[in-house]
């Protein structure tokens, strides 16, 4: 049933005051502004009393905001809105501030940059980044190789500890990977090998692969992703929390202290996650040999030694420790730059893996177009 209202007056002023009375919604609204249009002048008036409003829906919230707007500009008032109004209840002023228009704020849509403004943006953003990376990496060479001889500032027991974190604890997912990446390449490479009768080279194809390129890639990615996030997270962490600079209250390094022993962990750990990638990945090959092509180990492992080299071993030992390097280094720098609280953390992290694999595929090629065969 539609609501209806006598000619009554809703809207009276008195005392340099208007005075609102009853019920102030979309059906009174309308009755209002005509009794307000009679009321020629609001100059002298600087208040408006809402003590006998007994309800008000948008319609009245956005009316009552008109008059006191009106009010403020005919009267020069330098005041906010709000306080123009009295003896407002609760229920009535929550609802007023729900549909206020005073508080919207607008935005502008934000003009595009030139595309080459954004890629110089992206060039010098890049220089800038490499060149603190740069020098982050000088400095943990510098603290990594003072401290072989200098034991002061240095955390007792943090390089056992940080091989434990990195290496052992890593060693089960590296393990389980390399066995199946393993079984799936010799199970591709075997069924067209058999269509030749090249069967026995199956261990040339697996052994030189997993020993040049599947056993280091494979492992820095997954340590890049377990270990790599872990470096980031910790030390944006310590950085949100101030540790840091409690460290360096106390005249500590936070790169000896934090960072080296990380960076000597990596050193030894990755190149021995490496080799066990590349032997559990050839045992998998050694499985579909002996299981699918009804190879010998003894065959197998003949012809394995034919295409393995010292060289290959040690260029491989070489890249990975690079690998390890980049990892720890570019964790470190996403960390030490983290901006903000908890999303600060989250973005450096996913930054470090990101730029982390990124990093470690770029130098993968640059050793196989150093190192070709």
Not at 44 to 73: Q, R, Y
Not at 163 to 181: C, K, Q, R, T
Not at 209 to 217: F, Q, S, V
């Amino acid at each position: 049933m539609k609501k209806v209202h006598e000619n009554s007056e809703n809207l009276f002023v008195e005392n340099k005051k208007i005075l609102l009375k009853g019920d102030i919604d979309k059906f009174t609204v309308p009755l209002l502004w005509k009794q307000l249009s009679q009321i020629n002048d609001l100059t002298g008036i600087e208040i408006i009393d809402l003590k006998h409003v007994t309800s008000i829906d948008s319609a009245g919230s956005l009316f009552i905001e008109e008059i006191a707007s009106t009010i403020k500009d005919q009267n020069n008032l330098d005041l906010p809105i709000d306080k123009l109004y009295q003896n407002v209840t609760k229920d009535i002023n929550d609802t007023i501030k729900v549909f206020s228009q005073t508080d919207v704020k607008t935005y502008s849509r934000k003009r595009k940059d030139p595309f080459f403004v954004l890629v110089g943006d992206l060039v010098i953003s890049f220089i800038t980044s490499l060149h603190e990376i740069m020098i982050l990496a000088s400095d943990v060479f510098y603290w990594a190789i003072l401290g072989i001889w200098r034991k002061k500032g240095a955390r007792k027991g943090s390089f056992t500890q940080q091989s434990l974190l990195i290496g052992m604890e890593a060693v089960p997912i590296v393990a389980l990977l390399s066995l199946i990446i393993g079984l799936i390449l010799s199970l591709q490479a075997a069924v067209q090998l058999r269509m030749f009768g090249a069967d026995i080279f199956i261990a040339d194809m697996l052994g030189y692969a997993m020993l040049t390129e599947m056993g280091a890639m494979m492992t820095a990615i997954i340590v890049s992703g377990r270990s790599g996030s872990s470096i980031a997270s910790e030390i944006a962490t310590m950085k949100v929390s101030e540790e840091l600079d409690a460290l360096k209250m106390m005249s500590i390094n936070p790169i000896r202290y934090v960072i080296v022993p990380k960076f000597y962990a990596m050193s030894v750990c990755m190149p021995l996650l490496v080799i066990l990638s590349i032997i559990i990945g050839i045992l998998g090959g050694v499985f579909v040999a002996i299981l699918y092509l009804n190879i010998s180990a003894t065959a197998f492992y003949n012809q394995l030694l034919n295409v393995l080299t010292l060289k290959d071993l040690l260029i491989t030992m070489i890249k990975s420790t690079f690998f390890g390097w980049s990892i720890v280094i570019i964790g470190s720098f996403y960390g030490l730059k983290v901006e903000g609280g908890a999303e600060g953390v989250g973005k450096a992290t996913t930054y470090s893996v990101v730029t982390s694999i990124i990093t470690v595929i770029i130098i993968d090629v640059i050793f196989s177009l150093l190192y070709l065969p």
